[in-house]
Nanobody, 125 residues
């Protein structure tokens, strides 16, 4: 199916931590780059962190020293460890994969720009 499912969102206090997970469903052949985006009310969706197959990472300046993205290529998962959370981190967080190759009906399909359904992260005291 080449679908992504996020989990791990919730309500945390400022300064707290939260770990988001994203798993690709279906019979996955390969996934290229993966990333986490977020969208707060009234704001555009923005890139939070991204990671390549080789493990190279990029972070938004606002989360650079607080968040860590990681992936398990064998399990087709990507996680986002969020520490020292701030109220401005409140948003719906979306997992993204730029290219997913997956099996369906005995055929190999390639999907681009695959998104998860999103998981809510709320940072509030």
């Amino acid at each position: 199916q080449g679908q992504l499912v996020e989990s791990g969102g919730g309500l945390v206090q400022p300064g707290g931590s939260l770990r988001l997970s994203c798993a690709a469903s279906g019979s996955i052949f390969s996934i290229n780059a993966m990333g986490w985006y977020r969208q707060a009310p009234g704001k555009e969706r923005e890139l939070v962190a991204a990671i390549t197959t080789d493990g190279s990472t990029n972070y938004a300046d606002s989360v650079k020293d607080r968040f860590t993205i990681s992936r398990n290529n064998a399990e087709n998962t990507v996680d986002l460890q969020m520490n020292s959370l701030k109220p401005e981190d409140t948003a719906v967080y979306y997992c993204n994969a730029d290219r997913v190759k997956h099996w369906r009906g005995g055929r190999l399909y390639t999907s681009y720009g695959v998104w998860g359904q999103g998981t809510q992260v709320t940072v509030s005291s």
